[in-house]
């Protein structure tokens, strides 16, 4: 398969993941229904947002966690269509072969790496690794190491810091075990015991937090009793959002960044507790093709702003943006729902407004 190939069959198979702490990748896997991932990548969380090529973001329950071979297994969407991808065989993997690193650093979504295997089998810890010189960031955790064949070969764990693309990805090899071990028990909340090996589960767990074969303790991934409450600032944007009818737990993207749709609309709420400034970005539509019309445009954005009640338009290489900064100490609950609701609404004419009176194109999402 050439690189394309590869890459165009694994779009609709690469999973995005978001939790309070931080976002990664996962990928589909049709013949076990199941998404994988790092466990680091939603640990502590027992529901983490998900989203992908063919649905929207939605919420998705973690099913299974594997803390010694930083493994999590979590619950497909209800109604989706992903590509059909396989997993390889490590043992046929040997040092130099040409393999690619998918997943979402730094949020650049869809971001594909080639690279060789520098070592195929790097023991730390007590397990073999596959050492790559394909270049994975923060947010590749959880993607598909995927040979030339387009099989998955191992899952992008970790790197070095401060070494020169020193990646290193989990062997098929421990994954399948992992699937196959689980599988049985598909839709039960587990857990493999990091000590011994034994896959552990609500009917098995011994005094509520012990692995009965060996004592060792441990964490289910359980729905907390209470939900998940934020402090500060964070707590008043999400009251706001609460309030505006917007479900708070798909909103949250990571460490206070909160994102919505209004409409044809996308609002990113950002909150820097070092500069303390609430900043929201509606994302509209682009600038046209049509250079006839950029005059105009620009025109109609400037007279706006001169006349905008808090709101200022921009243009951010080709996108049109909305954005309204808030001081935090100044953001209460009640003056927040009518900036926010006031930005919302905007946004959703704006978007209409410019795409019909000035040929502005569609927002491209990834």
Request: glycine letters at 8%; one cysteine or more.
């Amino acid at each position: 398969m050439t690189n394309k190939d590869i890459i165009d069959q694994y779009q609709t198979a690469i999973i995005q993941i978001a939790t309070q702490g931080g976002t990664g990748t996962g990928f589909y896997l049709r013949d076990y229904d199941l998404i994988v991932t790092n466990n680091h990548v939603v640990d502590g969380y027992a529901e983490v947002t998900i989203a992908g090529k063919q649905f929207d973001k939605t919420l998705s329950r973690v099913w299974y966690t594997d803390r010694k071979h930083d493994l999590a297994f979590l619950q497909p969407p209800a109604s989706h269509e992903t590509a059909d991808i396989k997993l390889g065989t490590y043992d046929q993997l040997k040092d130099g072969d040409a393999v690619i690193a998918i997943g979402h650093p730094f949020g650049l979504n869809y971001t594909a790496t080639q690279g060789v295997v520098s070592k195929v089998d790097r023991v730390r810890d007590g397990l073999k690794f596959i050492q790559i010189d394909a270049a994975i960031n923060p947010g590749n955790s959880g993607g598909p190491l995927v040979n030339m064949n387009g099989e998955v070969v191992g899952v992008n764990t970790f790197i070095i810091r401060g070494g020169d693309n020193l990646g290193f990805a989990l062997p098929e090899s421990y994954l399948r075990t992992a699937l196959d071990i689980y599988k049985p028990h598909k839709g039960v909340p587990g857990a493999r015991c990091a000590s011994c090996e034994f896959l552990v589960l609500p009917e098995n767990l011994d005094s509520g937090k012990y692995c009965p074969s060996c004592g060792s303790e441990i964490q289910l991934p359980e729905l907390p009793k209470e939900e998940y409450e934020p402090v500060g600032a964070a707590k008043t944007i999400e009251t706001i959002l609460k309030q505006l009818g917007k479900d708070v737990r798909l909103a949250r993207e990571g460490v206070n960044i909160w994102s919505v749709k209004e409409g044809s609309a996308k609002i990113v709420i950002r909150y820097n507790p070092e500069n303390y400034f609430v900043a929201a970005d509606a994302y509209l539509c682009r600038l046209p093709k049509e250079a006839n019309y950029i005059k105009s445009l620009y025109e109609f954005l400037l007279r706006e702003n001169y006349n905008s009640n808090g709101l200022v338009l921009s243009c951010v290489k080709e996108n049109i943006i909305l954005s309204m900064i808030v001081y935090d100490l100044d953001l209460t609950p009640d003056a927040g729902v009518n900036s926010f609701k006031h930005l919302f609404q905007k946004a959703d004419a704006y978007d209409d407004l410019l795409k019909h009176e000035y040929h502005c194109l569609e927002r491209v999402e990834e």
